[in-house]
């Protein structure tokens, strides 16, 4: 997938920093849903970030970012394909807590993706900035965990540091990147895991052409993780990793020709090799440490990847 008003008191304006306060209400949830929407449709339809940077952050800005980059050079007049994104049956859980940044998860589907429930992250680090979408991932329909809520039916952030996880939440970025380098346990066996590793390793050596892997995390500022509250202890946790691929071809061979939107953001010459950067954003289920089930592995959702960069060489 290449892809998408005040409303507390005086007393929130001065306290918000340590009063445990719900991130927003649920109509202005709604709100910033909409307003996302239809500035990711002027951008798509234009390629042109600027008309939706005000409303997306960390992940999800640079994957789409560069998707619009992309598009823009290889269609400066414009996306001639473009299909507006609209989001029906949307699910706002709204965590309360103390403290900046505060943010809320919609779940919604989508008339892109299939059956699929696009998972959408809203975070701020102020009442006087725009929610923004950091993390945005797609996930099979009945994947989305029942989440422990108050007596009002405000979610519970869990904090990155919380020890009660199987792997904390702030780890979980170097966790899975060394993984992906090494194996190991502490990860289910699926796509985006067990499965990742495998086709790595298939194209890792191909007549005339190696490819290398560096995978790195990416924690800070708006690619931290951000998690909640599962009705059965765990946690539902949204974090971003950081890749890159470099393809090089062997004397006398060389690497294939690279699509149009690759080449738009390439630079430099490809000659003998070419290294593709990727930003990756994750969603899993982190269940509670010791739950006596047998396993303490994190299960992937979703994950959703997007070239940034590319330099030819």
Known sequence: MTALSLTASGC???????????????????????????????????????LDEDYVTGALA?????????????????????????????????PKKAGWPRWFLADAHANKGGDARWLLVF?????????????????????VPEFTKDKDGWAEAVPAASPELAIQPRDLSARYTTYLKNGGSGFAKGAHTSGWRAQRTEDASRPGLATQYIDEPLTNGDYAPLALRTADGGALVFFTTHHYAKQTAAAGASVPTPNQDVQALTKGEIKQSLTLEFVSNEVVLDPKRGTGSGSDEISMLGRIQGLTAARGG
Not at 68 to 86: I, R, V
Not at 123 to 143: M, N
Request: charged share 20%; aromatic share 6%.
């Open 12 to 50: 929130v304006v001065v306290h918000g920093e340590r009063e445990v306060l719900p991130a927003t209400t649920r109509a202005e949830a709604a709100k910033a849903l909409q307003r996302f929407t239809d500035a990711y449709n002027a951008a798509d339809k234009a390629y042109d970030s600027s």
């Open 62 to 94: 640079d994957i789409d970012g560069a998707r619009l980059k992309a598009g823009h050079t290889n269609n400066p007049g414009g996306n001639s394909a473009h299909q507006p994104l609209k989001l029906s049956d949307a699910k706002f859980t709204i």
């Open 123 to 143: 975070t701020r680090g102020s009442l006087t900035e725009p929610f923004q979408v950091a993390y945005l991932t797609l996930v099979a329909p009945g994947a």
